[in-house]
């Protein structure tokens, strides 16, 4: 059965500090997984991650996956109010259905 | 780019009644759609998944007969919750992609149904 575990699931910071978010998963035919904001409604997407050991970066968030540990981590630094959020990780079947499987989320909270 | 509408964003309506809910994909052409279900505080539970101009695939322990799902075109997938009941009460999330390439998926707002 597939198994995504994110953690923590909960963690509350003060502005400006740097947060390492955490995904283990197991999933058969994975091919590529996925990190996802999610604020008051739907997820929007922020990386899509394929190959081990490269980093990607966008502005003050960063992430790399490591598919011989199955695990993967976000993180974001200077951290900022805007940055409070449900963080999703999501690795990929890429086979026919291509589906992706959720992990339960970590909510981080920045306070000012 | 990669902007999907989902409408309507919320509904109320008695035990019993039919809700249909449209995703849309706006600037790309989605060859796969997907509809999540979404509790609170927990995660996206995928309920079907669906390619246009075919049947969808539903996971297991979806009732197919009770969330009917229609994708005819590259643009538009339907779900349609029959005959709903207060547990059908929840979030309920579309997504798209496009076939080209490893592309992710993109999600719309989502619909909050509540039944009464």
């Known amino acids: 059965e597939d198994k995504v575990v994110q953690s923590p699931l909960s963690l509350v910071v003060h502005e400006g500090d740097t947060v390492t978010l955490n995904c283990s998963y197991e999933?058969?035919?994975?091919?590529?997984l996925l990190w996802y904001k999610q604020e008051k409604k739907a997820p929007t997407f922020l990386f899509m991650l394929?190959?081990?050991?490269i980093e990607k970066k966008s502005g003050r968030l960063s992430s790399i996956l490591d598919k011989k540990e199955l695990f993967s981590i976000l993180n974001i630094t200077a951290t900022q109010t805007g940055d409070s959020a449900v963080y999703l990780c999501?690795?990929?079947?890429?086979?026919?259905?291509?589906?992706?499987?959720f992990g339960q989320g970590t909510r981080l909270t920045i306070n000012p | 780019g990669a902007v999907v509408s989902q409408h309507p964003s919320w509904v109320i309506c008695k035990s019993g009644t039919s809700v249909k809910i449209e995703c849309r994909s706006l600037?790309?052409?989605?060859?796969?759609m997907f509809w999540y279900r979404q509790f609170p505080k927990q995660s996206l539970m995928l309920m079907a998944t669906?390619?246009?101009?075919?049947?969808?695939?539903?996971e297991q322990g979806v009732e197919k007969d009770k969330f009917l799902i229609n994708h005819a075109s590259l643009t538009l997938s339907t779900l349609t919750v029959t005959s709903a009941h207060p547990e059908d009460s929840s979030f309920y999330i579309c997504?798209?992609?496009?076939?080209?390439?490893?592309?992710?998926?993109?999600f719309g707002d989502g619909t909050r149904l509540s039944i009464l």
């Open positions: 394929t190959s081990s050991g």
């Open positions: 999501a690795p990929g079947e890429f086979q026919g259905a291509q589906k992706l499987v």
């Open positions: 669906s390619n246009e101009g075919s049947k969808a695939t539903y």
């Open positions: 999933v058969t035919n994975f091919r590529s």
């Open positions: 600037d790309f052409q989605a060859t796969t």
């Open positions: 997504s798209a992609r496009t076939g080209f390439g490893n592309q992710p998926q993109h």
